[in-house]
């Protein structure tokens, strides 16, 4: 016997969010129109962010780039070999993205920097952070700006939020949401399982209905900012997203490491869980996958080659090159092992959450400050994503001077 991963009450409640928030066709329209550039500078008017904006349009045009580099080494690719993608974390908010942007200009002679292909930030999404318009400026900025192919957003289900809103998605779907009240107006989830504030690691826990909360939140900010991809760090919000957006091809998910993905028995598991709500063109809302830090080449190689198997299009694979010690083992390094996967002619996303060194800020505690806070520690804060993509960006030199394809942001192209 066969059991289904969602019961029709799931199915219902996400339907019915999904029409109060008007329907797939406008959800997908709405990231479509916000993710233009015009429009998300138009919608940033009476922000504040509108110099800070222009400024990086005149920054970008100072960034190195990597056909210079090609050039000066006389690069060829071998098309025999796996092509590599940039991605480094804790592009967090506006501020410290633009600190990051003046670095990179300050140093481009001396140590240049290309912009990662993509980018990720794991600010906790109050309403201040969405609706302020410093999300819609760091979008400006990443995506717009720099060229990153994908900006990573992290939905945690702990964030407090406005009581009315609980109330209102209650109604919607028929669901009961178990809540603190934190102030006059605002309440947030009650978090058994080691629950911190934001969440537990990141937003783990997802039990009864909460998933919905999640799902709730990621609809509200992708029609605010055109922002269309989010971290996913638990098994049901996996499959709720998976079913949820099956008719939203521009909003999108990306698998976080935390779910343990350490073995080929795991990746089957999250294979399935994908093929049960997979689109009608063979692609689904799971953009890219993170393979645990625990495994290792031989095991990234299989699971690529289970991904082709299965006939699922457009999943990327990803894995950490360097972790702070806080996420994981001290002085952990996967260049090595990256080189015998692309070696095999495997592609991969090479991740930085750290470039190795046990800098100030380079750890997870710096994701979970507070909206004030990031904004006094912007330069340190920039600082370390200045490094992580410095890193990224010597590591993926090498990878070219190997005859491996690499990507990065066009801004650097």
Not at 1 to 27: C, N, P, T, V
Not at 106 to 131: C, G, L, N, Q, R
Not at 227 to 253: Q, R
Request: net charge positive; charged share 25%.
């Amino acid at each position: 016997m066969k059991y289904q991963l969602l019961s029709e009450r799931d199915m219902k409640a996400m339907d019915a969010l999904k029409k109060f928030h008007g329907g797939a066709k406008k959800i997908n329209d709405t990231i479509a129109f916000m993710k233009k550039f015009e429009n998300r500078k138009k919608a940033l008017k009476g922000t504040g962010f509108e110099e800070m904006v222009a400024d990086a349009e005149k920054l970008i045009k100072k960034f190195p780039k990597v056909a210079d580099f090609e050039k000066a080494n006389k690069v060829k690719y071998s098309n025999k070999l796996g092509i590599a993608r940039s991605q480094v974390s804790g592009f967090q908010g506006a501020y410290v993205t633009y600190n990051f942007m003046k670095k990179v200009v300050k140093t481009a002679k001396t140590h240049p920097v290309f912009v990662p292909a993509e980018m990720i930030a794991v600010v906790p999404m109050t309403d201040h952070y969405v609706y302020s318009g410093d999300l819609l400026a760091t979008l400006c900025m990443t995506e717009n700006i720099m060229g990153a192919q994908k900006y990573c957003s992290t939905n945690l289900i702990g964030i407090p939020q406005p009581e009315k809103r609980f109330k209102e998605l209650e109604k919607v779907t028929g669901e009961k949401f178990e809540r603190n009240k934190i102030d006059k107006e605002n309440s947030a989830l009650i978090l058994k399982n080691q629950g911190t504030f934001f969440g537990n690691f990141g937003g783990i826990e997802v039990a009864n209905s909460n998933y919905l909360v999640y799902l709730d939140g990621v609809t509200r900010y992708a029609k605010e900012t055109g922002g269309d991809f989010y971290l996913n760090p638990s098994w049901s919000t996996i499959i709720a997203a998976c079913y949820y957006a099956k008719d939203i091809p521009n909003l999108t998910f990306k698998v976080s490491m935390l779910l343990s993905t350490q073995t080929t028995m795991q990746f089957r598991m999250l294979l399935n869980i994908i093929n049960e709500y997979i689109r009608k063109d063979g692609t689904t809302p799971i953009y890219e996958i993170n393979i645990g830090n625990g495994a290792d080449p031989d095991t990234f190689i299989t699971c690529a080659k289970e991904l082709k198997k299965s006939g699922i299009k457009g999943i990327s694979l990803a894995a950490h090159m360097r972790i702070n010690p806080d996420l994981g083992m001290a002085g952990f390094n996967w260049t090595d092992k990256a080189y015998k996967v692309l070696e095999s002619g495997t592609d991969i996303t090479y991740k930085y959450e750290s470039d190795g060194t046990a800098r100030e800020l380079d750890t997870m505690a710096a994701y979970f400050v507070s909206d004030d806070e990031r904004k006094k520690l912007a330069e340190k804060i920039g600082d370390v994503i200045y490094y992580k993509s410095l890193k990224a960006t010597t590591d993926g030199m090498d990878f070219m001077k190997k005859g491996i394809k690499t990507q990065f942001g066009k801004g650097s192209l």
